[in-house]
């Protein structure tokens, strides 16, 4: 008995115009995006597009969100799954389903198939192990392999996944013809954090005094789900409080709130 068949993502479409900050990162998709948009042209000409791209980068720099929004622009099927859930399947079943998740792929190709937190099964073997062993985690990677390996172009399914552990994948990922496009993905700078805040207040009322730019002095090291939770915070705060637009101190109150972990009173403000 088989679960049920992967379907892709559906739900509004994620474009460019959502990630901020990770410009240079976004120049390096661009050509995966006409790929997807127009195989044919690539086709004719006989090029090689890559078809596996390794994203890399912190938790939270928006991997997961690059790789929608590539769909997003080439408006093609996004298939999405954690490696992690396959850790805890019995034996057998993390490969069917690899092989699943890639059938539907190539049947709506052009599209997407996005592995998040590929190091849950793609760490290196340890102890000088070869290919082919038989525990869960490598028969599911080698399937997926096995499926990258298989591609002779024609498919026009392009393989994204996303690690925070870049440097603890298996060798055998990063072989040509499977991730050997390697795209970092690093937490925004200055104006990074500032163009990410405006991405996450398009939507929400923000008062005239508030300066995006002191917020954005004021948030180093955060990464844009930081920021993206900062925001919603500070609109909480804001709606507690009974404002009408969210005003400066309930930035600064929701920035202090997440830093120090504390609510210290603010429960309690009206
Ligand atoms: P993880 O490694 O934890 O899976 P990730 O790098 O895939 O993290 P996302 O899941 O894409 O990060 O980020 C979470 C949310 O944070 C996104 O859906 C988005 O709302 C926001 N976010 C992250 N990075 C950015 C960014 N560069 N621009 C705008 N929003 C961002």
Redesign the pocket.
């Known amino acids: 008995s088989r679960a049920k068949l992967y379907e892709p993502e559906s739900g509004p479409r994620t474009t460019f115009a959502?990630?901020?900050?990770?410009e240079e990162v976004e120049q390096e998709v661009t050509e995966i995006v006409d790929f997807l948009r127009e195989p044919e042209k690539y086709r004719r000409l006989g090029a090689q597009v890559p078809h596996g791209v390794l994203?890399s980068?912190?938790?939270?720099?928006?991997?997961?969100?690059?790789?929608?929004a590539v769909a997003g622009e080439a408006k093609v099927p996004f298939f999405s799954i954690s490696a992690s859930e396959f850790i805890e399947m019995i034996v057998g079943v993390g490969a069917s389903r690899v092989r699943d998740l890639f059938d539907q792929a190539k049947k709506v190709a052009p599209s997407i198939v996005f592995i998040?937190?590929l190091d849950a099964i793609g760490r290196a073997r340890g102890g000088g192990q070869s290919l082919g062993g038989n525990d869960e985690r490598e028969q599911t990677l080698n399937q997926i392999l096995t499926e990258m390996d298989g591609f002779n172009g024609s498919e026009g399914v392009v393989v994204l996944a996303?690690?925070?552990r870049a440097e603890i994948l298996d060798a055998a990922l990063l072989r040509p013809g499977r991730f050997d496009r390697r795209v970092t993905?690093s937490p925004?700078d200055l104006v990074?954090r500032r163009?990410?805040l405006e991405?996450?207040t398009r939507g929400v009322p923000v008062a005239p005094g508030v300066g995006l730019e002191d917020l954005a002095a004021a948030t180093p090291g955060m990464?844009?789900?930081?920021?993206?939770?900062l925001v919603n915070e500070a609109a909480l705060l804001a709606a507690r409080r009974g404002h009408d637009v969210v005003q400066n101190n309930d930035f600064t109150d929701a920035l202090e709130k997440i830093v120090l972990g504390t609510v210290r009173g603010i429960m309690l403000t009206p």
Not at 18 to 22: F, H, K, L
Not at 57 to 68: E, F, H, S, V
Not at 223 to 229: E, I, R, Y
């Open positions: 959502d990630v901020a900050g990770i994203l980068g912190p938790p939270g720099t928006g991997k997961t969100l690059l790789a929608r998040d937190e996303a690690t925070n993905v925004p990074g163009k990410i991405v996450h990464v844009g789900a930081d920021l993206k939770n």
